[in-house]
């Protein structure tokens, strides 16, 4: 029976594989140092977006109560200027992640300004 021979040739092959992956992988003392690094890059981004997000609320919230407490428009005030705020939030995160460009930037085809033709 030829398959008596596969087992130890699929060990052999399994073997060879651990041996270069081995070689392959980075030197770490601890194995966890470089994972814990990334996570601690990831949590510190999304407290990053978290808080342009609330800022952008909060602002919003802030400047709608102002309005009615001075003007005596409550609730409308606070109401419009919670929208706003949260589409100033959004805006906000989506700029910080680089999901859309800045406010100004234009993505320029040849240099040239499309007005002049």
């Given at each position: 029976?030829?398959?008596?021979?596969q087992p130890d040739e699929l060990e052999?092959?399994?073997?060879?594989?651990?041996?270069?992956?081995?070689?392959?992988?980075?030197?770490?003392?601890?194995?966890?140092?470089?994972?814990?690094?990334?996570?601690?890059?990831?949590?510190?981004?999304?407290?990053?977006?978290?808080?342009?997000?609330?800022?952008?609320?909060?602002?919003?919230?802030?400047?709608?109560?102002?309005?009615?407490?001075?003007?005596?428009?409550?609730?409308?005030?606070?109401?419009?200027?919670?929208?706003?705020?949260?589409?100033?939030?959004?805006?906000?995160?989506?700029?910080?992640?680089?999901?859309?460009?800045?406010?100004?930037?234009?993505?320029?085809?040849?240099?040239?300004?499309?007005?002049?033709?």
């Open positions: 029976m030829a398959n008596k021979d052999r092959r399994r073997a060879d594989l651990e041996k270069a992956l081995a070689e392959k992988r980075p030197e770490s003392r601890d194995g966890d140092e470089g994972k814990t690094k990334g996570d601690m890059a990831g949590v510190g981004q999304a407290l990053r977006l978290s808080s342009e997000f609330i800022a952008g609320v909060g602002v919003g919230a802030a400047l709608g109560w102002g309005i009615d407490h001075f003007a005596g428009t409550s609730p409308w005030g606070l109401i419009i200027f919670l929208f706003l705020g949260f589409g100033a939030g959004v805006l906000n995160v989506l700029r910080s992640s680089g999901q859309i460009a800045e406010f100004g930037v234009r993505s320029s085809q040849s240099g040239q300004n499309p007005e002049k033709k």
